[in-house]
């Protein structure tokens, strides 16, 4: 029993759904500076399509439990890669685990909550874990592991809604067209494209 698991399958499948729609930090582009005098718009359309692609893969992984299997042992793998690179994940894990359990305690007032957030253990924790993704983001035995578990979370996706593939087109385009909008001066795009349905 892999105490571990849940956070980084949770890792895993964000990394897995990063690959597979290319729009890891769209969100986070498109709602800084327009977000708020745009009504609506993209943003909505974005968090509507992200909804229906979590949904879709939670379902995917419920009805495929070698998907899990595959993502604990990619996990396993990663770690092992990261011990050999000299750091202590493990460690780091175990860390950021007690962390998340002591703010899930509802007489935790904001202030405490900040406090063990940025406490310095969590905080050298969470570094930790950079530099050692960082160490072993090119591993060969791990990219090729990353690329077959994604293949096959994208095929069970494929199973649940035979439409995914245009729901992560659509949010490809509205990656591009939310980032233009950022750029200073192309804020005049075409705003009422039709949805795809």
Known sequence: MQKHSRSIIGLTAAAVLALASGMAHAQGMGQGMGGQQ???????????????????????????PELERKGEELEEL?????????????????????????????DLS?????????????????????????????DPEILDAQESLREDLM????????????????????????MQQQQPGGGGGAPGMAPQQ
């Open 78 to 106: 990663v770690l092992d890669k990261m011990e050999a690179a000299g750091f202590e994940p493990r460690s780091d894990l175990d860390t950021l685990e007690s962390a998340e359990e002591g703010l899930r305690d509802p």
């Open 155 to 178: 095929s069970a996706m494929r199973a649940e809604n035979a439409d995914i593939d245009d729901v992560i087109e659509r949010m490809e385009a509205l990656q591009q067209e939310m």
């Open 110 to 138: 904001a202030e405490e909550r900040q406090q063990l957030i940025q406490s310095e253990d969590v905080q050298q924790a969470q570094r930790n874990l950079q530099e050692a993704q960082q160490a072993v983001a090119e």
């Open 38 to 64: 745009q009504q609506g718009g993209p943003q909505v359309e974005m968090q509507e399509l992200q909804q229906t692609l979590a949904q879709t893969q939670q379902q995917a992984i419920e009805n495929n």
